[in-house]
């Protein structure tokens, strides 16, 4: 019992280091968004829920209806962020959807 109550210790350290490691990673990439002066407060938004979730896929619609902003304005957040070369779009069906790059984290870096 001895051994398996260190077993359980050292997991419940390692899991301690593994969460504040990634609680680290998570407030530096807030940081980077936040210190995007090219960014509005709607495509910080988007760019940080990209960073909690790499596989999210992003509409204009979607956008439009989370902010309550005409689809104009919803469509140059994209697209701007797809400028500054953080999100790529592709057509699903009618309608172009949006997803962060692969290395997202790495170009808000790169850009700091």
Known sequence: ML????V???A???LGE???????EQQHAERLV??????NHRQRVLVSDALRNPDAWFTIQAQQRRHRVAYATARADLLGLEEAGLFAHQLAGKQF????TGDLAARLAAAD
């Open 12 to 14: 419940i350290a390692g």
């Open 97 to 100: 959807v949006f997803r962060p």
């Open 3 to 6: 051994h398996q109550l260190h």
């Open 8 to 10: 359980l210790e050292r």
């Open 18 to 24: 593994y969460l504040a490691r990634k609680m680290e």
């Open 34 to 39: 936040r210190d995007r002066p090219d960014l």
